[in-house]
């Protein structure tokens, strides 16, 4: 974890500052480093606009996968499947489009993206057929928490996984990190219709990023 020759990790002292963070966060019997203060030290620790790497690069592949997302959910109407949906055909349909939005590269960025369009087509895909659609901007945001908290993952993940010691107590850590996620992003009014794949949808894709350095 952030030691891939595929990726560079951010460095320095607030780098430094944020894998202590995580460590403490998972730590038997230390209660006083919360997910949201591990978010936020993480955030602090990426580079600014304007250096290499900085400002909301991390997660340029994100941004072009919301765009995507955020048009098919308009377009499909609740990306509802041709037929009643199951897990396994919510499975592929997710598979599916997560291949065609980021193609495979072998770098690490690409395969976070993918995981957390996965993860969040199934869960929306697989719900119930009774349940209404939610609307595209709530099927968004919940990807960009979950390409976050990936994104937080592959830097600090050793720091957290030396600390938490087991996997259940991994899995609380790390569903505590994707509500911080979800949490410090920012909630602007939805584009307009149409407007996902166009300046408007990635000028509110943006906007939702931009909490995290706002918070």
Do not use: N
Request: proline share 8%.
């Amino acid at each position: 974890m952030g030691t891939s020759t595929a990726r560079k990790p951010p460095s320095g002292r607030l780098w430094r500052r944020a894998k202590t963070a995580a460590g403490r966060y998972l730590a038997a019997g230390e209660e006083t480093v919360s997910a949201r203060e591990v978010l936020a030290r993480y955030v602090a620790a990426l580079p600014p606009a304007g250096e290499e790497g900085g400002g909301l690069t991390p997660f340029r592949l994100a941004r072009q996968a919301a765009q995507e997302l955020g048009a098919f959910w308009e377009e499909q109407g609740g990306g509802s499947l041709a037929e009643p949906p199951g897990p396994l055909a919510a499975l592929a349909r997710a598979h599916s489009l997560a291949e065609a939005w980021v193609p495979e590269d072998g770098s690490l960025e690409s395969a976070a993206c993918r995981s957390a369009l996965i993860r969040v087509l199934f869960r929306y895909l697989s719900r119930s057929p009774a349940a209404a659609p939610p609307p595209a901007t709530e099927v968004v945001r919940d990807f960009l928490a979950q390409a976050v908290a990936v994104r937080l993952y592959l830097d600090l993940g050793e720091a957290l996984e030396a600390a938490a010691g087991e996997c259940a107590r991994l899995e609380h850590g790390w569903r505590g990190l994707l509500r911080a996620a979800a949490g410090a992003l920012s909630d602007p009014g939805p584009p307009p219709t149409g407007a996902w794949r166009h300046l408007a949808g990635w000028l509110w894709i943006t906007r939702v990023l931009e909490g995290l350095k706002a918070r």
